[in-house]
């Protein structure tokens, strides 16, 4: 009978190593933003709701001529499906997009006077509105001190210690309280790491300024 190689535990990070784990996330992008493009708080909420499983790049090719047809709430609540999924197509679960969408607009209309609402647990009631879409456009928009997982964060948290959670509202919690402060540029420095350095597959770990607080390597050490 064959052996069977138990996963090997990732070692969490220690107190001193998450301060500087934040340190340095704060120091590499002090500046820290989303890269989807939007001018206002109703483009950003549709933006992120696009994002899901799908790229900012993506989202950005795609989001100005619809934003260009539906400029406000109330153009989108009163939009045909079919021309919605039209200007989605190219996009990841555009038919579900689309309907959310729309009901989405729908419910700003008449819940919230046509002002998309800034606050997590209004946003949340949102059709296609979950946690991590409230948290994001709470975070860019308003710099609230909040965390939110996606690929990216879960990825990154895992391979510096920082987690060894299940799901991505677990990593959300213990990413805030073991940050506590800064979390909405931790939460876009995590994600511009995880998207250009620490990527899922082949991570540029040559030179990574996160090598000394990486786990990875113990991760696959068979």
Do not use: W
């Not at 059709?127 to 965390?147: D, F, P, R, S």
Request: net charge positive.
């Amino acid at each position: 009978m064959a052996n069977v190689k138990k996963p090997v535990k990732v070692k969490k990070a220690t107190k001193k190593e998450i301060e500087e784990i934040k340190s340095i996330f704060l120091e590499q992008y002090p500046d820290s933003i989303t890269e989807l493009n939007y001018a206002n708080l109703y483009e950003l909420l549709i933006a992120v709701m696009l994002s899901a499983q799908c790229t900012d790049k993506r989202v950005n090719i795609i989001s100005p001529a619809l934003f260009e047809k539906y400029p406000d709430p109330i153009s989108l609540a009163n939009a045909d499906l079919d021309e919605v999924k039209s200007y989605l197509n190219t996009c990841s679960f555009f038919n579900n997009k689309s309907k959310n969408l729309i009901k989405m607009a729908q419910s700003v209309i008449e819940n919230y006077e046509g002002a998309i609402p800034l606050e997590r647990d209004e946003l949340v009631k949102l059709a296609g509105v979950g946690q991590k879409t409230a948290n994001v456009v709470m975070i860019e928009y308003a710099q609230a001190n909040l965390m939110a997982v996606d690929t990216h964060v879960y990825r990154v948290a895992h391979r510096l210690g920082l987690s060894d959670a299940k799901t991505a509202i677990k990593c959300e919690e213990e990413l805030t309280k073991k940050f506590k402060t800064e979390l909405h540029l931790l939460h876009q420095a995590m994600v511009l790491f995880g998207r250009y350095k620490c990527k899922a597959v082949k991570p540029e770990c040559g030179g990574c300024f996160m090598e000394a607080h990486c786990k990875t390597s113990q991760t696959f050490k068979v």
